[in-house]
């Protein structure tokens, strides 16, 4: 499959920038990335991207609010924890794929392939 774009949600810059990076090697175009929902929200509302990557926990709040309007654009994603998603994973997400932090960037592109060629 060829490279796409994909947001990037994270709130840790060190965190942040190895996942752009990470992604920008193998060819992908990332928007962002973006550290709080109403930035993650305000890219989806203007930009075009394939895909999207969640860090699940953005500080004093999850990122559910962000995850939501993707569903509601029809755009697919991936949860990031470093915890475990069986129990931190809201109830309205339980199936979604979630990776557990650290994640490797093949890993992270892989998930990413399989999300846009099913959706």
């Known amino acids: 499959m060829e490279p ?16 752009t990076f990470a992604l920008g ?15 993650a929200i305000a890219a989806i509302d203007a930009e075009t991207f394939h895909a999207a990557v969640l860090d699940l926990d953005l500080g004093e709040t999850l990122s559910a609010p962000t995850a939501t309007r993707l569903r509601e654009r029809g755009i697919p ?14 109830a309205e997400f339980h199936g979604e794929r979630c990776l557990v932090k650290p994640v490797e960037p093949e890993q992270l592109v892989e998930a990413l392939e399989a999300l846009i060629s099913a959706s």
């Open 77 to 90: 994603f991936v949860f990031m924890t470093g915890h475990d998603a069986s129990v931190v994973l809201p």
């Open 25 to 39: 090697t193998f060819g992908w175009t990332v928007v962002g990335p973006h550290a709080t929902n109403a930035a």
């Open 4 to 19: 796409q774009s994909v947001l990037v949600v994270e709130d840790n810059p060190v965190l942040a920038e190895a996942i």
